[in-house]
Each structure stands twice: as structure tokens, then as C-alpha cells.
């Protein structure tokens, strides 16, 4: 694989992470705020940060939420960031860079896979599945048969929409149940006080506290779930957690306790570690997707 020199972003709801990444190695990210609304806004800012570049650049390469059509370089939604949403990236930064510049850009939770499989976890699988719990729900993306699998509609991986309690509540998805934020509404309703306040890392480190036991163990369990059914469906290799939460000391044991819990778990008993890059996931992704996919 070539090295480059390439300008990355990860753009999130509340921040947009950028930095330089040649060979594989990361500089010190940069952060501004997500104009979550205002579409000219975040491509001006995007462009505005490529142009104060003062070394040259390969390319720029960007992780983005939501369904991402790599190849007309375009998204058809952007997760919670109103202002990706059917809109044609790769020509809007064209327009305000010029054609001189390759971009590249991939689904956010896919840049995790490929971030795991170029330089960290699983170097030398061809068959995983990245399992993210985050805020706002579950993320999910598959490599299979050495490549990362996006799907006909460019959906695959949509891990958090599957439903997993339809008899006693309906079409709720595994968002709905497994996102951190659901474990700190929890918390609030059995104790009071606003939900905003509730740091789930910090209910993770109190576990020798009985309520507080029982609460995350009935919130991991769903996950387990989740992990249960992608398992059966795909036969991996490994399932790595993604997302800061799992790299929480306590988090990976009571996973391995809630499917050890399944009776036919034993029949699969795939293994299921942490991601090795979290943090710079994004970034390091949207390299490595960036340097084996333009030529």
C-alpha cells in the first residue's frame, strides 16, 4: 500500500475532528464546531481547513455519519446532522478547492472496521464485525471476505435497527435500548435528577453497588443480544466493541456473562474483544479507506 500524506476529517454531531495522517501516523487532531444545520457552512469550513494547509496534501479523506454512497461520493442521510443530508460532498468540495485534490470519503462506523483491520484488532482477519455503542445507539460495520461489506443502498451494518423485544414493546429498535443515553435515563428515572448529568463511564466503575449492578447488567444484556444475533448471522471471526464505553474495565466481562447466558452461545462462542483504536478511529480510517480505494 502506497503512503500518502492525507488531510482527514471525522465529522461528528457537536465536532468536526481533523488532522494529517502520513504512513499511518496520526499529528495532534484539530477540532472546530459541526454546523449541524447549515450545509454551506460546514463545506466552507471543511475547505477553509484544507486551505490552510501550508505542506502539500495527497487527498482528503473524510468519516462521515449516516448512509454514504462512496461512489458517487454523495450521502443520502447524515445521522443526526441534518445539514449531510442529500448532499453531493465530493462536488461541493470541488467547488470551492477546484478538481486538483482526490477525495474519499466512508460511513463513519465503516472507517472503524477499516481503521481495525489496516492497524489495530484485526490485522490479520478477513471475517469481523465492529459493534459500537455510543450516545445515540448501536453502530455496527462488516468485514467480510477481506472487504468491508456497505451493502446494495450502501445501509449494511445498520446493527442498531434490529428489534429485539417485539412482543412486549413493538418495532423499538436496539438504539432504543443500548445507547449510553438510555443507560443514563435509567439511572435518573430510579433516582432522580436530570438524565444529562449521568456519566455512564462513571456507573461502569461503581458496579460493586448492588442497584447499580443490576441496572447496567439489564442494559448490557440487550446489547449481548444484538452481539448474539449479528454472531448467528454471520459466523465471524471475532466481534469487536467499539465506542468509549466498551473500553471500560468492567464492560467486556459482563458482556461475555450476558451471552454466556444464552444457551446456544456455546454453539458459536466467538470470540469478542475491544477495538484497538477508539478515539481516532475515524481519522485513521478515513485514511486507510482513503489509500486502498484511490487510485
Known sequence: MESKRVLT????????????????????????????????????SVANVVRQQREPISGIALSLPGFVDVERQRTITGGAINALYKQNVGDELRRRLGGRLPIWMEND???????????????????????????????????????????????????????????????????????????SKQYAEKYGGPAEIVVPSSLMRRMNEPDVRELIESWVQYIAVGIYNIVVSLDPECVLLGGSICQETAFLPLVQQSLEAIPSWKDFNTPVKRCRNVGSAGLLGAYYAFVSEVR
Open 109 to 183: 462506523a465503516n472507517c472503524a472496521a477499516i481503521a481495525e483491520k489496516y492497524a489495530g484488532n484485526a490485522r490479520k482477519l478477513d471475517d469481523f464485525v465492529v459493534f459500537t455503542v455510543t450516545d445515540d445507539g448501536v453502530g455496527g460495520a462488516m468485514f467480510l471476505d477481506g472487504h468491508i461489506r456497505r451493502g446494495r443502498d450502501w445501509r449494511a451494518g445498520e446493527l442498531g435497527m434490529m428489534i429485539t423485544n417485539y412482543r412486549a414493546e413493538g418495532a423499538r429498535s436496539l438504539h432504543e435500548y443500548s445507547s449510553t443515553s438510555t443507560l
Open 9 to 44: 476529517f471525522d465529522v461528528g454531531y457537536r465536532f468536526i475532528r481533523h488532522a494529517i495522517v502520513t504512513d499511518g501516523v496520526q499529528d495532534v487532531p484539530s477540532t472546530f464546531a459541526t454546523p449541524a444545520e447549515d450545509p454551506e457552512a460546514l463545506f466552507d
